[in-house]
Nanobody, 119 residues
Framework: QVQLVESGGGLVQAGGSLRLSCAAS????????MGWYRQAPEKQRELVAR???????NYADSVKGRFTISRDNAKNTVYLQMNSLKSEDTAVYYC?????????????WGQGTQVTVSS
């Protein structure tokens, strides 16, 4: 079992910055990757950024060069630094953990945090 607690969302003007945090607890040693997804109204949830246990990362094309995912292993926390925010970044952002065990893989999700970018 993995528990994820997000923080850091809010309202920001276009061009501004926000940093999201996701603290993981539980069976964190079995987490292969952690990432951030987002879901805007009437749209499907999409991957924003992900960081693997080996340190490699990947990003959605729409956020490359503006967002940075990082982690603090000592705090079991993953961050998403979002710069040069645009109105189209407005969404609920969800932290995700990909957990692996002998039973297979499972996704865990945080409760979501709202990010609103005003133009």
């Amino acid at each position: 079992q993995v528990q994820l607690v997000e923080s850091g969302g809010g309202l920001v003007q276009a061009g501004g910055s926000l940093r999201l945090s996701c603290a993981a607890s539980g069976s964190i040693f079995s987490i292969n990757a952690m990432g951030w997804y987002r879901q805007a109204p009437e749209k499907q949830r999409e991957l924003v950024a992900r960081i693997f246990s080996g340190g490699s990362t990947n990003y959605a094309d729409s956020v490359k060069g503006r967002f940075t995912i990082s982690r603090d292993n000592a705090k079991n926390t993953v961050y998403l630094q979002m710069n040069s925010l645009k109105s189209e970044d407005t969404a609920v952002y969800y932290c995700n953990a990909l957990y692996s065990s002998a039973l297979g893989q499972r996704n865990y999700w945080g409760q979501g945090t709202q990010v609103t970018v005003s133009s």
